[in-house]
């Protein structure tokens, strides 16, 4: 069974970046999409962005297109997610997840988390005003 790792997280100021680190174990990464999504206390978990097995594609929420960034080193088995110009409203746990099927992209059609079967235990995020 595959284990994601979150790392990275912190407090930042508004307008600052954070880069989180997602470390899988097993020698399955590359073949899967990836996808990072957050939780905000009292709020429903939500999809942040997504990579495709190869890196080849993206998808991004349209609550952080154009500031966030999702990445992938299939060498090392990591998906990352760069966050600049950060906003309080971004404080949440964020969480990385593999999808289920192999050899898939990044769109719009996946977005929701009961496509995923692995998830690292979160990372908190805390922005300030």
């Known amino acids: 069974q595959v284990q994601l790792v979150e790392s990275g997280g912190g407090l930042v100021q508004a307008g600052g970046s954070l880069r989180l680190s997602c470390a899988a174990s097993g020698r399955t990464f590359s073949r899967y999409a990836m996808g990072w999504f957050r939780q905000a206390p009292g709020k429903e978990r939500e999809f942040v962005a997504g990579i495709g097995w190869n890196g080849g594609t993206t998808y991004y929420a349209d609550s952080v297109k154009g500031r966030f960034t999702i990445s992938r080193d299939n060498t090392k088995n990591t998906v990352y997610l760069q966050m600049n110009s950060l906003k309080p409203e971004d404080t949440a746990v964020y969480y990385c997840?593999?999808?289920?099927?192999?050899?898939?992209?990044?769109?719009?059609?996946?977005?929701?988390?009961?496509?995923?079967?692995?998830w690292g235990q979160g990372t908190q995020v805390t922005v300030s005003s």
């Open positions: 997840a593999r999808r289920m099927s192999t050899y898939s992209s990044a769109s719009y059609l996946h977005t929701r988390g009961d496509e995923y079967d692995a």
